[in-house]
């Protein structure tokens, strides 16, 4: 399952790792000191409060399991995100912890995912254009806060609702039915729209719609980008 084992002797804090435990930070199996202190002096500085934490909580049988998300140093000195799970499997007759078995799990590409939709989800909150997200019918899912305060919707008014509150009227149905055959073929609109805001004036938008498809190319929801030219267009 190309999963790290540990396997922790608690009375003298000899660990046996396996070789997977090893390659997962870069490192040959007879590099790896079979110590506490191997895994001990890799975990980040920041975040080894927390870990010890969690350990220390179920050593005290206040959790079923250990269960933590950590970085560790690798060979190269790069920080690598590790999901560590253990239980203790032994207690003396005092109730006192004698050894302990778990897994390390590599999931750093999961970590480094998050890291960067969470940068992305910054990035288009603090926008000044307006954007939202509507699925393949029509309907709304997501606003920015700038889509609320151009357009006057607010994110409980808009999301859910179709994307016809923002027509204006200025526009024939053909004018929709190319927008949707457009997009719905995989390919982006793009065109300077008048629309109408909650309380009914006019704005204009140079706005982009674009298609989020799968692996196959199918749209399953559209985003749309647009900038506020009413102003502009008044001068």
């Known amino acids: 399952a190309d999963l790290g084992v540990w396997d922790w002797d608690m009375t003298t804090d000899e660990v046996a790792f396996n070789e997977e435990w ?3 930070l ?3 199996l007879d590099e790896i000191e079979p110590h506490l202190d191997a895994w001990e002096k890799r975990v980040h500085p920041d975040d080894i409060d927390d870990v010890e934490a969690a350990l220390d909580a179920h050593i005290a049988d206040e959790t079923d399991y250990y269960d933590t998300e ?3 140093r690798t060979a190269d000195g790069d920080w690598k995100w590790i999901r560590d799970v253990g239980k203790i499997f032994e ?5 006192e912890p004698v050894r302990a078995v778990g897994i390390h799990i590599d999931i750093d590409e999961r970590k480094q995912r998050e890291r960067k939709l969470r940068q992305f ?15 393949t019918d ?27 509150i923002l027509k204006s009227g200025e526009y ?9 055959e457009t997009i719905l073929s995989g390919e982006q609109w ?34 749309a980008v647009g900038q506020d030219t009413t102003q502009q267009k008044e001068y």
């Open 22 to 24: 090893a390659q997962m």
């Open 26 to 28: 870069g490192y040959s």
């Open 70 to 72: 950590h970085r560790m």
């Open 91 to 95: 207690r003396d007759a005092d109730g």
């Open 121 to 135: 989800r910054k990035a288009v909150e603090q926008t000044a254009h307006v954007v939202y997200i509507t699925d």
């Open 138 to 164: 029509g309907t709304i899912e997501y606003v920015n806060p700038a889509f609320e305060e151009i357009t006057g919707f607010s994110e409980a008014g808009a999301v859910g609702q179709d994307r016809s």
């Open 172 to 180: 024939g149905e053909e004018y929709y039915e190319e927008l949707w």
């Open 190 to 223: 793009a065109d300077e729209m008048l629309e109408e805001r909650a309380d009914g004036e006019e704005i204009v938008f140079n706005q982009t719609i674009s298609p989020i498809t799968d692996e196959d190319g199918q749209p399953q929801k559209f985003v």
